[in-house]
């Protein structure tokens, strides 16, 4: 695991992150496509919470102290419980640069991580290599979801005309 490589792609994913999220309007924002999705606002706002509350302590906590018992977290809950989609949109993406910067500057001062040091967790072992590689892709799945958003967005927008010449999602 190159610690100074997934730190620039996880400093990369943020700005990324928040390109894919700037500039839309307060509709769009909130928008969903059905009442189970989650809209950009909703994903801005997960993506704080789990940087504080989630990957960062997981990750903390496998490589210093495995003994220690986890916070319960309930990211789905979250989104609900802490009305995300009723947040500023430009606040939120202030407040998600911010918590990035923050595990950056813990990322950074990590000496010689020991990647393959466990935690136990309530569904099993989980390594701090583990932990630390899924938290980089959680930053592209949510991109990819950003994304798929503003297509379908874009699609509701553009109807009744079709889409098929652009080519396949």
Partial sequence: ??????????????????ALAEGVTNEQARWKPDPDSWSILEVVNHMIDV?????????????HRPNDSRPKISPKAWVTERKYNERDLGQSLSNYMAARAESLTWLR??????????????WGLIKAGDVFGAWIVHDILHMRQITKL?????????????TDYAGDW
Avoid at 151 to 157: A, I, W
Wanted: glycine share 2%.
């Fill in 51 to 63: 940087e504080r509350e989630d990957f960062r302590v997981l990750l903390d906590l496998a490589l």
């Fill in 150 to 162: 503003h297509y379908l967005y874009t699609l509701r927008r553009v109807e009744p005309y079709n």
């Fill in 1 to 18: 695991m190159e610690l100074d490589f997934h730190i620039l792609q996880m400093a990369d994913n943020a700005k990324r992150i928040c």
């Fill in 109 to 122: 001062g990590l000496s010689s991580p020991d990647w393959e040091a466990t935690y136990k967790a309530p």
